[in-house]
């Protein structure tokens, strides 16, 4: 997995951008979303879709968003 890129997402909050491997259709992964040296506080997250629209709500805990990648990008909305 890698991360593509973050920027603010237009609904408010952190918009990340993940990709994998197409050929490992479904990967369960965590991404540390809160590194000790910058200060997110954040409790929610949502999975997107290319327009950035939530799809669904994705586990946050200890600063770690877990999601299964179920595309070759996925994009993740962090509520901040």
Do not use: W, Y
């Amino acid at each position: 997995m890698a991360r593509l890129g973050f920027k603010p997402a237009s609904a408010g909050g952190i918009l990340i951008t993940l990709s994998i491997n197409p050929l490992h259709p479904i990967v369960k992964s965590e991404v540390m979303t809160n590194p000790p040296q910058k200060a997110l506080n954040h409790n929610e997250a949502c999975e997107c879709d290319a327009r950035e629209r939530d799809l669904r709500r994705v586990e946050v805990q200890d600063g770690r968003v877990r999601l299964e990648l179920r595309h070759s990008i996925t994009s993740v909305r962090l509520l901040v």
